[in-house]
């Protein structure tokens, strides 16, 4: 673990295994939460010190390790391969990802934080002048999931540290390292030891010591449902922001092209094998154009390579664990029990899940009330566009959808209606939710926008008057 810019051990040491081989990478501490107190005490003394650093010397430290990001990139896209077993483009781009978002978190520092508000808006208020400014919340705790552990330790650790915070981090226990060689560059990019801990080892026992804790002003979790509706019991009354699993949707209407909807569903459907929240998991397309689709579709899958995802053949890569297999394996087969039709795969070949279309999937399985996190689509038809927004409104995960059309009625229509956590017209859900940049005044500007509110969320207002002394 780092604790406040240590290395520390444990009594116990969890092993980190390489998805695709099998075999060991590394051992990371068993934390316990001893270590939890020890850290949350010195990252108390962080916060004050974050709270005293410049905003010009935030930048610096941002910037900076954005540099070191970039001069190690080939590193760090090969631990990432190794351990959450995504392939070498997938890996790149999230190395690419996190450079972008502490570049953003060192523009936006640059921009002002105070709000005028003049209180001679009153009858009472002559004479006075007022603004609204941001301070730092203090500590912020972040439990990270395993899909894109950098990113995800980027997109807190960043907005946390423009604005001032102390940030402990948890990363998952099946891929922690990526988490702690980004401990070490903060470090060396100049950020102050005692204003970073990651804490590594098992979730139930770090990450429910870190909610407890009294000393802990912001929690944020990422991951699974079932265990981001368990931690409010636990956190008592801080603040706690969650991202839960959600599920990645494609409806294809009439007017559309068939055959570019399913080159996007397999090129972009399978991604991380299906470990995304924003991999596509239902499609719904028109009754007769079903057949034209699937015969678009399944060729493509049939044509996913299995293998070495350090390989640049490799197409499809492992599931992140055996638990992970053994789960999809098992809500495919209840699926298939509850006359589901195997349209191709439903077959498990160690360490992978091969590409699998199902139809007909009972809306009670676990297959399509819960998000798979694996490579697995189920087909549904309908016949009514309209008819069908309340099947997309009453999915109980949130829902990125894409809705691929040419009528812009329809295109407004569904937009409107449908109850999605994001609507992406005539592109597939996978576009990120900071937006990168690409050199484009406007975009950017959008982006930095998203950075600032993230900044936002992890500050607390203040507002200061100045009244005419008597």
């Known amino acids: 673990m780092l604790i406040g810019g240590h290395l520390v051990g444990a009594n116990q040491w969890l092993e980190v295994l390489d998805p695709y081989s099998g075999e060991p990478l590394d051992h990371v501490a068993r934390g316990t939460a001893q270590h939890v107190d020890q850290a949350v005490a010195i990252a108390r003394h962080g916060a004050d010190l974050m709270r005293e650093m410049p905003l010009s010397q935030r930048a610096h430290v941002l910037k900076q390790v954005a540099h070191l990001i970039r001069q190690e990139q080939e590193a760090l896209i090969t631990l990432l391969v190794r351990e959450t077993g995504k392939r070498l483009v997938e890996a790149r781009a999230e190395v690419e990802r996190t450079i972008i978002l502490f570049e953003l978190a060192a ?44 990113v995800s330790a980027a997109q807190k650790t960043a907005p946390a540290i423009a604005a001032g915070n102390a940030i402990l981090l948890k990363p998952s226990t099946d891929a922690p390292l990526t988490c702690l060689r980004l401990g070490l560059l903060l470090y060396r990019a100049g950020l102050p030891t005692e204003a970073l801990s990651i804490l590594t080892g098992k979730g139930d026992e770090i990450g429910d010591a870190l909610a407890k804790h009294e000393a802990v002003d912001l929690l944020t979790f990422t991951g699974s449902r079932e265990v981001g509706l368990k931690l409010p019991a636990n956190a008592s009354s801080k603040q706690i922001w969650m991202e839960l699993e959600s599920v990645g949707g494609v409806v294809l209407t009439e007017s559309a092209s068939v055959e570019r909807v399913a080159e996007k569903v397999a090129c972009c459907g399978f991604i991380m094998a299906g470990q995304s929240a924003s991999a596509i998991q239902h499609v719904w397309v028109p009754s007769k154009l079903r057949q034209a689709f699937l015969d678009h579709l399944i060729p493509r899958l049939q044509a996913l390579q299995v293998g070495d995802p350090m390989d640049e053949a490799t197409t499809l890569g492992p599931l992140i664990n055996p638990n992970a297999l053994e789960r999809v394996s098992r809500w495919v087969q209840e699926a298939i029990e509850g006359r589901a039709k195997v349209l191709l795969g439903a077959q498990a070949q160690p360490p992978f899940y091969l590409p699998t279309v199902l139809e007909e999937v009972p809306t009670n399985c676990m297959l399509y009330r819960e998000a798979v996190f694996g490579p697995v689509v189920l087909l549904h038809t309908y016949d009514d566009l309209m008819a069908l927004v309340p099947t997309l409104n009453a999915l109980e995960p949130g829902l990125h959808l894409g809705l691929f059309t040419r009528d812009l009625h329809e295109a407004f229509q569904v937009a409107r209606r449908v109850r999605a956590l994001s609507v ?7 576009s990120p939710t900071d937006p990168l940049i690409k050199g484009d005044l406007q975009e950017h500007h959008m982006c930095l926008e998203d950075m600032r509110s993230r900044i936002e969320q992890m500050s607390l207002p203040k507002y200061v008057v100045f009244s005419a002394m008597e």
């Open 107 to 150: 523009g936006a520092c640059h921009h002002p934080r105070a709000t005028q508000f003049s209180p001679e808006t009153f009858s009472d208020g002559v004479s006075r002048f007022g603004f609204w400014a941001r301070e730092p919340r203090g500590v912020v705790v972040s439990i990270l999931a395993f899909n894109l552990p950098l």
């Open 424 to 430: 992406h017209i005539n592109e597939v859900p996978l």
